[in-house]
C-alpha cells in the first residue's frame, strides 16, 4: 500500500481553505499485515479477514495508508447459510462484521469482514479509528445483538427501549400478522 | 342636575364596552353549548412536548434575557399608553404639544438604547465567520472541478 | 307559499348545521407527516392540488390548534404512543385520515416493525387507498369527510367499549407492542 | 400522580381491548437509555463526546480544546424534544437539545421512529419483488434506492445491461436528482421563512413528476428500473418532455437564486451557520454535499463512475466554508449540473431493447405467452419463484442526492437476498448534527437540520 499522497488536486478558489484531504501521519505497517488471508470482491475490491484481535490495528493501518473515509459497517447472521466461500485458515462463525473503507486519494475500496462467534458475540469497536461508525455500530448491536467493546453509548438505536430480542438475527420471526379472513374472529 | 351633552360624551365608550363584553360572553356560552366534551383529559393537560410524554419536570430557572426583552417591551408599550390621551388633543396644542411628545419620545429611547447597548438584544454566540468571508453570492462561494478532457471514450 | 319550498337559508337554518357547515370548511390538519405519504400529503399542500380551496392550506404544528390528523407514512411500534399522545392533546372535534395502505393495514410491511393499520391506536374517520395515494386521492378522502361531517353527529364521538363491556362487533386487538393508555 | 398502570376506566384510558387479554398499555414514550441524560448523570468522557469532541480526529490534527467549556451547573441548562413531531424536523427525528437560554450545547438525536424492518423484509421478498421493498426507503429519491440494489443484483449475477437500459437509469436517477434537489430548495426555504419558495419549488418538481408518471406509471415508489434493466420504454415523444422540463427547471432554478440569495435575513440565517471542516467531515463518514461544501470533491459519479457516467461531460460542485450557504449553493448548482448531464444523455440515447434478453431474468413480454410454451413457463417461474443469483457478497455504491447510498448484498444461491444491507447516507450524516449545532441557536438547529437534508424512511429503514 503506497503511503498516502497528501493532496488531491483540487482547485482551491482561495488560498485559507485548508489542504481538503486530512494529512494523515505515515505509521510503519504492523508486522501480521501480509499474514492476513485475502481475497477480491467482485467489484475488484480487496476483502481482508483478520480475526477479532488484529481487526482495529488492520483497520487503522488502512487508515494510515490512505483510506480516509469509512462508508459503512454492518453485521451478517450466517446461521442458515454456513457454507459460504472464504478463504483457507478463516474458519466460518455465526456473526460477521463488515466494515467498507474507501480511500479517496486512491479512489479505492476495501472491505474487512471479521468473524465472531456464537458464544460470545463482541468485538473491538471501532470509533476511536473512525468516529463515524459510532450509529453503525449501534444499530448492528440493535437489529442484531453484536456488542461493541469501547463504544460509549452501546444502546438500543432503532427499536423501542423496552423491546426484546436482536429482529434481524435468522432465528427472529418476520413477526407476520396473519391476514386471511377466514382468521379475523366474526364478522365487524 | 348633570349637563345631557357631558354624558352623551361619554355614549360611545360605553357601548364600545358592552359590546366587548357581548362578543367575550357569547364566545364562551357557544362554546360552551356546542363543543363536545367539557371534561379534558390528562393528556390534554400535559404540557405539549412534540408527542412525548416528560418524565421530567420542566425547569424553573430562566436565563435573564427572556427577561430583558420583556422589559423592552414594556417601556414601549407605556410610551403608547402616554400618547393615547396626547393624540386627542393634539392639535389645540399645536406647537408646544409636538416639542412636548419629541422630547417624551427621546427620553424613552434612551432608555431603549441603554439595554440595547449592554446586550438585551444579541443572544447567541458570534456566528463563527471565517474572516476571508467576502459578501460571496451563490456563484463565488462553490469551485467547478471540470473532468479531466483527456478521458476516454468521452460522448461527442 | 308554505316554509316547505322555502330552501333552509341563514335565518332558517339550524344551529347544527350552520355549526356544521362552518367546521366543514376549515378543517386544519396537524401535520403528521410520517413517510412516503407526507410527500403526497405536502404536494397536496401546495399550488398544484391546492388543499386552500378548502380552507386547510395550514398545517397547524400543534395539536392544540388542529382538528385533524392525516396520519401520512407507516406507523412504527416507536411511533404509536406517540401518535396516541398526539391524538390524546388535539382538541375535540377531531378527526382522523389514514393515508395510505401503510396507515390503514400496514400495507406491504407486514412485520414487526409497523402497526398493523392505525385504527388499533386511534379511532379512524376516512381510509384513503393507495401507496403513495395520488393527491386527487387525498382530496377525495377529505371531501368524504366533510361529507361525513355534514351528515354526521355533532357531539357525539363513536362509543368505544369501556374495559369489561362486552360488545358485539369485532374490537381490533391492540398487539402487546403498542403502549396506547395515557397515564393519569 | 397515581400508578399509570391502573386499570380504571377513565376517559383518558380508552381503547382498552375487551378481549380476553387485559394488557396494561402506558403511553410510554420516553425511551431510556436512548435519550440523553442530564449533566450531571453522564460520566466525563460521554460528556466530552456529547460536549464537542463528538469525534476523535486523527493523531495528526489537534482538537481545539478552546471551544469546550464543561463546567455548567446542571439546573442552568434544559433539555427539551425537538421531537418526532415537528414542523422542521423533517420527518420524525427526535432531537433532545441541552439549551442554555438559546444557545444549543448538547444535542442527542433519537432515531428509529420511522423503523420499518425493511432490511428483515427484503430477505423475505424474491430479487424481482426486491426493489418495491428498497423504493421506499429514500422516499425523496425512489430510482435511486431501485438503482443500487439492482446494480447489486445484476453485479452477483454478473450481468452487463444493454446500452439503452444504462442511459435510461442515467436519464431517470438525474431526473430524480433534481426533483429532490427541488423538493430541498422547497422545504429549505419554508424553513428559512420564504413560503413562496415553497410553492414555486413544488410547481417544478411536479413536473418532473408528470414525467415519472407518464414514463412508470407511478409519481413515487415507481418500481422501474429493476435487476435486468428498466420496467418499460421511454414513451414516445419523451424528448420534448425532457426539454420542457429541462428548459423551464434551468430558467427557474436563476430565480430562486433571484429571490433568496441576496435577502439579507436568508443571508444571515446561512452564512457562517453549521460550519464543519474537511477533517470531521471524513472523520464522521459524512458524504454528498456536505462533505463536498467543506473543498473535498468527492463526487462517486466523477470518482468511481458508475452506469455510463465516464462519458459525460459535468462539474462536480466543491463549496469553500462548508457551512449552510455552501450546501444551498452546492445544491443549487447542482440542479444546473443535472440538467446538463440530462441534455446530453437525451441527445445520446442509444437505440436497442431496454432491458436484457437473457430469459432467465427478464419475464417474456407478455404477448408471447399465448404462443410459445417456455415463454409461459418462463413467465411462471420468474414471477412466483424468482430466478437463482449466484452465491456470493457484493458492496455497490452510487451518488444519491444525500451522499453515498450503497448496497451490501449476500446471496447463498436462493432466489431471495441472503442479507440485504442499505447504507443511507442520510443516516452517516446525521452524525455529524450535533457538531454542527454545538454553540448555535435554536433558529440556527432549524436552518441546519434542513442543509443536513435527512430523509427519515432512508435513516430508519
Given amino acids: 500500500m503506497s503511503p498516502a499522497d497528501a493532496a488531491v488536486g483540487a482547485a482551491a478558489p482561495s488560498a485559507d481553505v485548508q489542504d481538503p484531504v486530512v494529512p494523515v501521519p505515515v505509521a510503519p505497517p504492523p508486522a501480521f499485515l501480509p499474514a492476513v488471508p485475502r481475497s477480491a470482491g467482485s467489484g475488484g475490491e480487496e476483502i481482508a479477514f483478520p480475526d477479532r484481535a488484529h481487526y482495529v490495528e488492520l483497520v487503522r493501518a488502512y487508515r ?4 480516509e473515509l469509512c462508508a459503512d459497517l454492518c453485521a451478517v447472521d450466517y446461521l442458515s447459510h454456513p457454507g459460504r466461500s472464504l478463504p483457507d485458515g478463516v474458519e466460518p462463525e455465526r456473526f460477521e462484521v463488515v466494515v467498507n473503507l474507501v480511500s479517496l486519494s486512491e479512489k479505492r475500496r476495501v472491505r474487512v469482514r471479521v468473524q465472531v462467534p456464537e458464544a460470545e458475540p463482541a468485538v473491538p469497536s471501532l470509533i476511536e479509528v473512525y468516529p463515524g461508525v459510532d450509529a453503525m455500530e449501534r444499530e448492528a448491536f440493535d ?27 435468522k432465528d427472529y420471526g418476520v413477526g407476520r400478522v396473519p391476514v386471511q379472513f377466514k382468521e379475523a374472529p366474526g364478522p365487524r | 342636575m348633570v349637563e345631557p351633552r357631558a354624558v352623551a360624551q361619554y355614549l360611545p365608550i360605553f357601548l364600545l364596552f358592552v359590546l366587548g363584553v357581548i362578543f367575550a360572553a357569547g364566545s364562551f356560552l357557544a362554546s360552551s353549548l356546542l363543543g363536545p366534551n367539557k371534561k379534558p383529559t390528562d393528556a390534554k393537560t400535559a404540557p405539549y412536548e412534540c408527542g412525548i410524554v416528560p418524565d421530567r419536570e420542566p425547569p424553573q430557572r430562566f436565563p435573564v434575557r427572556f427577561y430583558l426583552v420583556a422589559m423592552i417591551f414594556i417601556i414601549f408599550d407605556i410610551e403608547i399608553v402616554f400618547l393615547y390621551p396626547w393624540a386627542v388633543v393634539f392639535r389645540q396644542l399645536r406647537v408646544f404639544g409636538l416639542v412636548e411628545v419629541l422630547v417624551f419620545a427621546a427620553v424613552v429611547f434612551a432608555a431603549f438604547c441603554y439595554l440595547v447597548s449592554n446586550g438585551a438584544l444579541n443572544w447567541g454566540p458570534g456566528k463563527r465567520l471565517h474572516e476571508g468571508m467576502p459578501s460571496r453570492t451563490s456563484e463565488s462561494t462553490i469551485s467547478r472541478i471540470t473532468a479531466e478532457p483527456d478521458r476516454p471514450g468521452r460522448a461527442a | 307559499m308554505g316554509l316547505e319550498d322555502l330552501q333552509h337559508n341563514f335565518l332558517t337554518g339550524r344551529i347544527e348545521d350552520l355549526v356544521k357547515w362552518a367546521r ?19 404536494s397536496v399542500g401546495a399550488a398544484d392540488f391546492d388543499i386552500s380551496r378548502l380552507g386547510m392550506e395550514v398545517f397547524r404544528a400543534s395539536p392544540r390548534q388542529a382538528d385533524l390528523m392525516i396520519v401520512a407514512g407507516r406507523v412504527s411500534q416507536k411511533m404509536a404512543p406517540v401518535l396516541r399522545q398526539v391524538y390524546d392533546q388535539m382538541m375535540e372535534p377531531k378527526w382522523v385520515i389514514s393515508m395510505g395502505v401503510c396507515a390503514s393495514t400496514g400495507g406491504m410491511f407486514n412485520n414487526y416493525a409497523i402497526v398493523q393499520g392505525v385504527d388499533q391506536i386511534v379511532p379512524v374517520d376516512v381510509y384513503a387507498p393507495g401507496c403513495p395515494p395520488s393527491p386527487e386521492t387525498l382530496l377525495h378522502a377529505i371531501l368524504t369527510l366533510h361529507e361525513k361531517i355534514r351528515t354526521g353527529e355533532i357531539t357525539r364521538r363513536p362509543h368505544l367499549p369501556a374495559p369489561g363491556e362486552e360488545t358485539a362487533g369485532w374490537v381490533p386487538e391492540a398487539p402487546d407492542a403498542v403502549r396506547v393508555a395515557t397515564p393519569r | 400522580m397515581t400508578d399509570p398502570t391502573d386499570k380504571g376506566g377513565g376517559p383518558g384510558d380508552v381503547f382498552v381491548s375487551a378481549g380476553t387479554r387485559e394488557v396494561p398499555r402506558i403511553a410510554e414514550t420516553s425511551e431510556g437509555a436512548q435519550e440523553m441524560a442530564p449533566r450531571p448523570a453522564t460520566d466525563p468522557t460521554e460528556l466530552r463526546r456529547e ?15 478552546g471551544d469546550i467549556d464543561i463546567e455548567r451547573r446542571d439546573d442552568e441548562t434544559m433539555i427539551i424534544n425537538m421531537g418526532p413531531q415537528h414542523p422542521s424536523t423533517h420527518g420524525v427525528l427526535r432531537l433532545m437539545l441541552e439549551l442554555d437560554g438559546e444557545t444549543v450545547l448538547r444535542t442527542k438525536p433519537v432515531i428509529g421512529y420511522l423503523h ?12 424481482v419483488q426486491g426493489s418495491t421493498n428498497v423504493t421506499r426507503m429514500d422516499y425523496l429519491s425512489p430510482l435511486n434506492n431501485e438503482l443500487v440494489f439492482s446494480m447489486a443484483t445484476e453485479a452477483l449475477l454478473g450481468l452487463e445491461m444493454p446500452p439503452r437500459a444504462v442511459w435510461i437509469r442515467m436519464l431517470m436517477s438525474e431526473l430524480q436528482r433534481v426533483s429532490s434537489h427541488l423538493m430541498w430548495m422547497a422545504t429549505n426555504g419554508m424553513d428559512l421563512g420564504s413560503t413562496s419558495m415553497m410553492i414555486y419549488g413544488f410547481r417544478e418538481r411536479e413536473m418532473v413528476l408528470a414525467f415519472f408518471e407518464k414514463t412508470t ?28 422540463i429541462c428548459e423551464t427547471v434551468l430558467a427557474r432554478s436563476f430565480e430562486y437564486d433571484e429571490l433568496l440569495t441576496g435577502q439579507p435575513i436568508f443571508r444571515d440565517r446561512t452564512e457562517g451557520v453549521g460550519n464543519i471542516t474537511a477533517e470531521e467531515a471524513l472523520a464522521l463518514s459524512v458524504t454528498g454535499p456536505i462533505l463536498r461544501s467543506t473543498g473535498v470533491p468527492w463526487d462517486l459519479r466523477r470518482a468511481m463512475p458508475y452506469l455510463a457516467y465516464d462519458q459525460l461531460d459535468f462539474d462536480v460542485i466543491v463549496g469553500t466554508y462548508g457551512d449552510n450557504f455552501d450546501r444551498y449553493s452546492i445544491r443549487l448548482n447542482e440542479i444546473r449540473e443535472s440538467i446538463r448531464i440530462i441534455r446530453q444523455v437525451a441527445e445520446h440515447m442509444p437505440p436497442g431493447d431496454y432491458r436484457i434478453q437473457d430469459a432467465k431474468v427478464t419475464p417474456p413480454p407478455r404477448a408471447r405467452i399465448d404462443e410459445s410454451m417456455e415463454a409461459l413457463i418462463h413467465h411462471f417461474k420468474v414471477f412466483t419463484e424468482g430466478f437463482k443469483v449466484p452465491e456470493g457478497e457484493v458492496y455497490v455504491a452510487i451518488e444519491s442526492p444525500r451522499g453515498e447510498l450503497g448496497c451490501y448484498l449476500v446471496s447463498d444461491g436462493s432466489s431471495k437476498p441472503y442479507r440485504l444491507h442499505i447504507r443511507g447516507p442520510s443516516f452517516v450524516n446525521l452524525q455529524a448534527v450535533p457538531l454542527l449545532l454545538r454553540g448555535g441557536l435554536v433558529a440556527d438547529a432549524v436552518a441546519i437540520i434542513s442543509s443536513v437534508d435527512p430523509v427519515m424512511g432512508e435513516v430508519d429503514r
Avoid at chain 3, 366543514?24 to 405536502?42: D, K, Q
Avoid at chain 4, 428500473?225 to 415523444?237: F, H, K, M, Q, W
Fill in chain 1, 64 to 67: 494510515n495508508a490512505g483510506f
Fill in chain 4, 217 to 244: 406509471g407511478l409519481r413515487m415508489n415507481n418500481n422501474y428500473i429493476r435487476p435486468g434493466g428498466v420496467a418499460a420504454d421511454l414513451p414516445d415523444g419523451w424528448q420534448d418532455d425532457v426539454e420542457i
Fill in chain 4, 51 to 65: 460536549v464537542g469532541a463528538v469525534l476523535r480526529l486523527p493523531e495528526g490534527t489537534v482538537l481545539n480544546t
Fill in chain 3, 24 to 42: 366543514r370548511n376549515s378543517v386544519w390538519p396537524a401535520t403528521f407527516g410520517l413517510a412516503c405519504c407526507a410527500i403526497e400529503m405536502m
Fill in chain 1, 143 to 169: 437489529l442484531l445483538g453484536v456488542r461493541f467493546e469501547g463504544h460509549p453509548d452501546l444502546t438500543r438505536i432503532l427499536m423501542p427501549e423496552d423491546w426484546e430480542g436482536h429482529p434481524l438475527r
Fill in chain 4, 116 to 127: 420499518t424492518g425493511m432490511e428483515k423484509q427484503g430477505e423475505e421478498l424474491t430479487y
